[in-house]
DNA sequence: CGTCTCCAGGTTTTT
DNA sequence: CCTGGAGACG
């Protein structure tokens, strides 16, 4: 078979033990830019080719995009169709494990899966009953630390007690609901396994061989979770340097960790970039060799040293975002380079504002991945909202979102004595409504005029159950749509701008033809109202379009968003103090945390091949008010001999950069100029 | 009792 | 800018 004859020509020695090393447990430490796509894919098509069935390979991700990537890049290697093989995020696994056994946890099989809004709702909605004051409740807060709590990050000993009562109550909430969060779609599938052997035995006799991928940006959860699935034969990826997780639970102690539970491991090391400069390279050399707490590796490149690294400093970001358009424009003719050529990586996606004003401006095509998921748009929750009552009736948090929405004559009141019946009754709000319209005249707590307005609530939803039994969801959706005029709900709820409605009716459209695409593609086998439910929460924008629209398009994205991607341009924007690193960040983890920002730092200079322009501006809006910046300290940490410094309009040779710089520092350290 | 209007506040990163 | 909440109004 040719892919066999060709490992060893297009492979590295260590790369190539990587690939065909399948039996036994195998880290591989892969630096920026090693390969390590290419590693991973390799090894799953060689294990195919070997004769191991798709159905005993599961590869896990973090992302939806890296997980489709992956599979594309194997399907084109193998030329195979891959129906068997699992490639997923964990989450995504996880939903997999309770869609089919989360029965014998007691939730039924149509639970829902809230994500940070509806936990959010939750909680204020809990909150309310217990009767916290509203300033004791910062939902954002509380559900970090019911996070933490369920992640087992925390414990009661040492958290704030008064809300314990409250995650009770959560928990209670969910159960009734018959909803899971985020987190529980890692730990529920954990408890599972430890509860019920049986289970766990199934997916161990099934999964034979297991791969996860980013593997420094695995939770204490996840690694549970692949612990007690894997036997023996498992193979994690990572690169400590660009572990920029931790916030959210990641530790790249498992790193130690795996080594210490799998004993025998096969340790490889990818340090050969191919992807980036000497220049680039030595830059992001100097900048992560700052971190005390790592393996120590340098990247070396067999690629010429390329041009220097070029820093400008704007006057605020408006003028950043104008130099950024107007270089990739200079670039762009310069060296005949296309739009999609391009990164600009930020590092909050507040930062995307001016920028895409730039490219608006100047006809610079471009997208966006990240930002707020296109799933909670206001609009697209609404919508989906109604999906999920229909498929789930339980659902109280969403059925809130809805019942009045547009408006039907239910409001606070109303909702208000419905939730009085359904606390008395101990049931969700739909059991209380259905007890409600049945209720004999004199019985009934609400009026005979509330009381049709909401008959006509639950029989719109029962209407709709045909949503349930596949075929044709999109056009029901788009019926269901119609049927509640949605469209002119919007019209309503902006009078000040009808093109503000007429763009979130847009996204509804895109929404149902995304739908549309969705049951109409053969290898999707199960089309109903709850396979596409299961699927779409965990899913981001960029997720949703099919990559075509994305050609020949500038990319604009969050650092995180960048990793694993890698473009021959790269900009950063806003490398200033308090943003990179964020000070918020700083506050909270000090020096952990700067080791991290620093990471974060990496892994952006190690995205780009060619060519690097980081931009640091003198002002910044934050808020109402404009305030000084200083540069980044990780601009320091670049060795000055890579690096070509700009002003904002004339150029200065590296060799007077240095003290221009520090010239600029003393200037902002005392400001002569006033504010404007 | 429901709806409308105005006002304040604001998320670093994502499944 | 945009969302969500509080309070006034019909």
Redesign the pocket.
């Known amino acids: 078979m040719s892919l066999e004859e060709n490992l060893k020509d297009e492979l590295n020695p260590e790369q190539y033990r990587a690939v065909t090393t399948v039996d036994g447990p195998i880290l591989i430490i892969a630096g920026a830019g090693s390969g390590k796509t290419r590693v991973i894919t390799y090894r799953i098509a060689h294990m195919l080719e070997k004769g191991i069935p798709q159905s005993q390979i599961l590869a896990l991700t ?4 890296a997980a489709k990537e992956m599979s594309e890049r194997i399907k084109g290697l193998t030329g195979k169709k891959l129906q068997n093989l699992t490639v997923s ?4 696994f996880g939903v997999r494990i309770l869609r089919q056994d989360i029965e014998q946890l007691g939730f039924r099989s149509n639970f829902s899966i809230y ?3 509806d936990r ?2 939750l909680i ?1 909605e809990t909150g309310r009953e217990l009767k916290f004051t ?1 300033d004791a409740l910062d939902v ?1 807060k509380i559900g970090c630390l019911f996070s933490d709590i369920k992640t087992g990050r925390k414990n009661w000993e040492s958290a704030n007690d008064m809300y314990r009562s409250l995650y009770e109550g959560y928990q209670e909430g969910l159960k009734l609901y018959n909803a899971v969060d ?2 529980d ?2 730990t529920l599938p954990i408890r599972l396994f430890r509860e019920h052997p049986d289970v766990l035995a199934r997916y161990k006799e099934r999964y034979r061989y297991l791969m996860v991928d980013e593997f420094q940006d695995t939770s204490h959860q996840q690694y549970e979770m692949m612990r007690l699935l894997a036997d023996r034969n498992v193979a994690v990826v990572g690169d400590d340097d660009q572990s ?2 931790s ?2 639970g990641a530790d790249y102690q498992n790193i130690i960790n795996f080594e210490k539970d799998f004993p025998g491991v096969t340790e490889i090391r990818l340090e050969q970039n191919y992807r980036s400069t000497g220049t680039i390279l030595a830059a992001a050399n100097g900048v992560i060799k700052h971190n005390t707490n790592r393996k120590d590796k340098e990247l070396w490149s067999g690629n010429g040293s390329g041009r220097p690294i070029e820093i400008y400093m704007p006057e605020n970001e408006a003028a950043e975002a104008d130099f950024i358009a107007e270089s990739i424009q200079g670039i762009c003719a310069e060296e005949k380079r296309h739009y999609d050529e391009f990164g600009v990586l930020m ?4 930062q995307s ?1 001016p920028l895409e004003e730039a490219f608006l401006e100047n006809n610079i095509p471009y997208t966006m ?5 296109f799933f ?4 697209i929750k609404d919508i989906i909202s109604y999906l999920r009552v229909i498929a789930n009736h339980d659902d109280d948090i969403n059925l809130l979102r809805i019942i ?1 929405t547009p ?11 419905v939730n009085k019946v359904a606390g008395t009754l101990g049931v969700s709000l739909w059991e209380a409504l259905k007890a409600i319209i049945a209720a004999p005249e004199d019985e009934c707590p ?2 005979a005029g ?1 009381r049709a ?1 909401l008959e006509a609530f639950t029989s719109l939803i029962e209407g709709n159950k045909s949503m349930l039994g596949g075929k044709g969801l999109s056009k029901k959706v788009q019926a269901l749509v119609d049927d509640i005029n949605y469209f002119d709900y919007l019209i ?1 709820e ?2 000040k ?1 009808e093109k ?1 409605a007429r ?2 009716y847009m996204n509804i459209e895109s929404l149902i033809k995304s739908m549309e695409q969705w049951e109409n593609n053969p290898e999707h086998e199960d089309t109903s109202l709850y396979a596409y439910l299961n699927r779409i929460t ?3 924008r ?2 949703l379009d099919d990559g075509e629209e994305d050609k020949g398009k500038v990319n604009l ?5 960048s990793k694993g991607l890698e473009f021959p341009v790269i900009f950063i924007a806003g490398a200033e103090e308090g943003l990179m690193p ?1 000070a ?2 700083v ?3 000090g020096d952990t ?1 700067v080791e ?2 620093r990471r ?1 730092f990496y892994v952006a200079v190690t995205r780009a091949r060619d060519r690097l322009l980081i931009s640091s501006c003198q002002h910044r809006r934050r ?2 008010a404009t305030v000084e910046c200083e540069p980044s300290r990780f601009l320091d940490e670049i060795p000055a001999n890579l690096v070509k410094y700009h002003e904002p309009s004339k150029e200065v040779g590296s060799e007077d950069a240095h003290e221009m710089l520090q010239n600029m520092l003393k200037n902002l350290a005392h400001p002569r100029v006033p504010k404007l």
């Open positions: 973090f992302t939806n995009k995020t964990f989450h995504a994500d940070e809004t959010s709702a204020k509203a954002y985020f987190d779609l890692i920029i997780y916030w959210r590092r909050a996606n507040t504002r991945s990240g930002g707020t998921s909670e748009r206001k609009e009045n408006r039907r004559g239910i409001g606070r009141s109303t909702i208000e004595s609400v009026s509330t307005d309503g902006y009078p701008s503000a763009f979130k965990l899913l981001s960029d997720d994205m969050t650092v995180h968003a964020h918020r960040a506050e909270e983890g945390a991290e920002e974060l808020m109402q």
